[in-house]
T-cell receptor, first 115, second 112 residues
Framework: DSGVTQTPKHLITATGQRVTLRCSPRSGDLSVYWYQQSLDQGLQFLIQYYNGEERAKGNILERFSAQQFPDLHSELNLSSLELGDSALYFC??????????????FGPGTRLTVL | AQTVTQSQPEMSVQEAETVTLSCTYDTSENNYYLFWYKQPPSRQMILVIRQEAYKQQNATENRFSVNFQKAAKSFSLKISDSQLGDTAMYFCAFRGPDKLIFGTGTRLQVFP
């Protein structure tokens, strides 16, 4: 158990809908990262937040947005869902902000299925 | 651009044997970190081992060790005394100044 929690574990929805994925980082970690893993592919970095502020952006679609709250939990919002958004969405957390020696620890992921 | 390449899509090894998974990367950075993550069928991402680029000594964690060749930009993972529980996808990852970049993974099957 990495100490990172994600809810829900599974989510099934229809095209055009909007969903929210939630992540709670490990105790003491200030950074939260979101990744997308499509079927049998590697992980694609979406976005990073550090202590409530956006720090780095990857290949995140405009239909997707995220935020980190004062208690450091984070939410990833996916809207106008398409079939191709079906994937495993991981959250990871680390102590530091950028670079540095900190390691990212991953949550169990949320499996999103868009029908 | 920073890239990570894993050229072995699939590998297999017999239980108790040793296997080496390859990874190469491309970067112009001098200070960075390299990781191997394991993803078993449960799909959880589990950190296996980490290497700091400024350290010449290869990292070791129990049965897992790396061969880090900075000049060649190579970072291979050696699994000794393979166990059935080592069956998983293994991802090599490069940590630059702002993000973690993953390779496409190597699927390892350990046979009894």
């Amino acid at each position: 158990d990495s100490g990172v929690t994600q809810t829900p574990k599974h989510l099934i929805t229809a095209t055009g809908q909007r969903v929210t994925l939630r992540c709670s980082p490990r105790s003491g970690d200030l950074s939260v990262y979101w990744y997308q893993q499509s079927l049998d592919q590697g992980l694609q970095f979406l976005i990073q937040y550090y202590n409530g502020e956006e720090r780095a952006k990857g290949n995140i679609l405009e239909r997707f947005s995220a935020q980190q709250f004062p208690d450091l939990h984070s939410e990833l919002n996916l809207s106008s869902l398409e079939l191709g958004d079906s994937a495993l969405y991981f959250c990871a957390s680390s102590v530091g902000e950028l670079g540095g020696t900190d390691t990212q620890y991953f949550g169990p992921g949320t499996r999103l299925t868009v029908l | 651009a920073q890239t990570v390449t894993q050229s072995q899509p699939e590998m297999s090894v017999q239980e108790a044997e040793t296997v080496t998974l390859s990874c190469t990367y491309d970067t112009s950075e001098n200070n960075y970190y390299l990781f191997w993550y394991k993803q078993p069928p449960s799909r959880q991402m589990i950190l296996v081992i980490r290497q700091e680029a400024y350290k010449q000594q290869n990292a070791t964690e129990n049965r897992f060790s790396v061969n880090f060749q900075k000049a060649a930009k190579s970072f291979s993972l050696k699994i000794s005394d393979s166990q059935l529980g080592d069956t998983a996808m293994y991802f090599c990852a490069f940590r630059g100044p702002d993000k973690l970049i993953f390779g496409t993974g190597t699927r390892l099957q350990v046979f009894p």
